[in-house]
């Protein structure tokens, strides 16, 4: 699948096939794909966690607060890929944390690289970060970006729709904002 088809074909999935693993090489190759993000000045300030203890993705469901639709997925995913930042690692510029920045970059790769293998994720942010760096032993200055349950998207959720999006005249603009793009 190439990259556009992979951004087309891009759905949050928050329930996962009985039955469909997460093989030992997707996971590499998903948390391939998040290593090899770019970053500002090649700071690459990312740690990924992969979960597949039962009892380990309880502890980061309770992190993930009650109504959040993603609880659930965390908790019954083959395996979930949790995407930690280490701020000392990345910049600060403008008072922008440009480690955040590089971090979402490595999030979308693990996203899209799953679409690409026939996977389904979600990104889960909403939580409880220092409990979630408590709960897998990181360093207190690290940071929890997200969690990433992923498993095999369940029969027939390749029709679901895709939630709309706006227009490209409102969002893109040749020069200067509000001048239209002539594509």
């Known amino acids: 699948m190439d ?8 759905k ?9 693993e997460v093989t030992a090489d997707q996971l590499r190759l998903l948390v391939e794909a998040g290593r090899l993000a770019c970053s500002w000045k090649n700071d690459q300030p990312w740690r990924f966690v ?17 109504g959040n639709p993603g609880k659930k997925a965390v908790e019954r995913a083959p395996v979930v890929i949790v995407l930690l930042a280490v701020p000392a690692e990345g910049e600060v510029h403008q008072d922008k944390p440009f480690w ?21 994720t979600v990104w889960v942010s909403l939580v409880d970060g220092p409990e979630v760096c408590r709960t897998l032993g990181a360093p207190d200055d690290w940071e929890c970006v997200g969690l990433f349950p992923v498993g095999v998207p369940p029969e027939g959720s390749e029709e679901k729709k895709h ?5 490209l005249e409102e969002v893109a603009f040749a020069e200067k904002v509000g001048r239209a793009l002539e594509l």
């Open 100 to 120: 955040l920045v590089d971090c979402g970059i490595a999030g979308q790769q693990i996203y899209l690289q799953a679409v690409e293998l026939g996977l389904g």
């Open 12 to 20: 949050s999935v928050r329930r996962f096939r009985d039955g469909g």
């Open 163 to 167: 939630t709309p999006r706006r227009p």
């Open 50 to 66: 992969a979960v597949r203890s039962g009892e380990q993705k309880k502890a980061l469901s309770d992190c993930v607060p009650e």
């Open 3 to 10: 990259v556009r088809k992979a951004i087309e074909a891009r």
